[in-house]
């Protein structure tokens, strides 16, 4: 693993552990988020440890100069109105396996996609800072894209695995398995736009939206929704790699 792989996922547990280790301990004496308001202090600092562990870890590494120059990386908003089709397209296909197959409840208005977009940067898109921005990336150059997107999975998965004790927040008691399944759609998916595109906005964007989809669509909790939005993903991820490299260029270059 690469030193800048070590930085950045050494940071990113620490501080996850220290925000969602007090929230945990917490929840198991009775003191809940919903009725304690100070506690969503450590619990967003536990949910962005990916995206602070990812400034740290690249100034560490010489791999940005300061904040601007990261915040530069990050949102690259000039692409092709192509990429930004194909990221719609993979979110859609995300979403309806799972609203077909396992079923769901309406939550919010879908006009409220809208606000629900920009609110889920600190809900979970800017964690692409991190995840795709460095992890993927790193990875690629020692294993296979299916192997590093792989093991990028699994440490996002076993990340999130404190959030299933929190009483209050959302993944609370729900299926953990289900849920890693959809993560490992989720990472193919984010993989193969990040491989295609160059781009980390792009996965920001795209985890953005399905968090707010989430929110509108709430899928029953089983297996066999995530296990077949996440065979779409991958056979997705793949296709979009595939035809990028047939080009030989990004999809951003290509309109």
Known sequence: MSRLNKSYLSITFLI???????????????????????????YL???????IASYL????????????DWLKNIFDFKHSIFSYIMVA???????????????????APIFAIFIMIPMMLVGGGLEEAGWRYIFQQELEKDYSFSAATIIVSIVWWLWHLPLFYIQNVSQYGKNYFAF????????????GIRKSTGSVWLCVLFHCTVNSLSGIYIIN???????????????????VVKISDKNGKH???TL
């Open 89 to 107: 397209i993979m979110t859609i296909l995300f979403i309806l396996p799972q609203c077909f197959i396992s079923g769901y409840q309406s939550g």
């Open 16 to 42: 996850m552990l220290i925000g969602w280790g007090v929230c945990l301990l917490c929840s198991f004496n009775g003191v809940l988020l919903n009725e304690n308001k100070w506690l969503y202090a450590p």
């Open 251 to 253: 999809f951003s270059n």
């Open 57 to 68: 870890s690249l100034k560490h590494n010489n791999r940005v100069t300061d904040v601007k």
């Open 221 to 239: 909790d089983n297996v066999w929704g995530p296990m077949a939005a996440a065979a779409v993903m991958i056979i997705s991820s793949y296709v």
């Open 45 to 51: 600092l536990g949910g962005l440890s990916p995206t």
């Open 180 to 191: 890693g399944l959809s993560v490992l759609g989720l990472s193919f998916a984010m993989a």
